[in-house]
Nanobody
Framework: QVQLVESGGGLVQAGGSLRLSCAAS????????MGWYRQSPGKQRDLVAT???????DDADSVKGRFTISRDNAKNMVYLQMNSLTTADTAVYYC??????????????????WGKGTLVTVSY
């Protein structure tokens, strides 16, 4: 079983930066794909960025050039560096982990385990 705990959310002004962290417990972290997703009120949960076990990254067009996902397998951690934030980035951000290992996982599969989320609020 995998447990995920997000941290780093908060209130920031437009144009500012935040760094989200996700601590994962469980086995075989380095073999699993990880990702960040976000959900605004009344909307579905959308992909922000994913990072496969081999390090390949997929991210949403809306965050390209502004957000960077990374992972530290030695620490079982995943990060999301968010720069040039806008009010449209306001959402609850969720860390996700795949149950599939290595190349068995594809972006379209999504994530199987989720944290409880951390709220990011961007003000004018």
């Amino acid at each position: 079983q995998v447990q995920l705990v997000e941290s780093g959310g908060g209130l920031v002004q437009a144009g500012g930066s935040l760094r989200l962290s996700c601590a994962a417990s469980g086995s075989d972290f380095s073999r699993r794909a990880m990702g960040w997703y976000r959900q605004s009120p009344g909307k579905q949960r959308d992909l922000v960025a994913t990072i496969a076990s081999g390090g390949s990254i997929d991210d949403a067009d809306s965050v390209k050039g502004r957000f960077t996902i990374s992972r530290d397998n030695a620490k079982n951690m995943v990060y999301l560096q968010m720069n040039s934030l806008t009010t449209a980035d306001t959402a609850v951000y969720y860390c996700g982990c795949s149950a599939l290992y290595g190349r068995s996982w594809l972006v379209g599969h999504g994530m199987d385990y989720w944290g409880k989320g951390t709220l990011v609020t961007v003000s004018y």
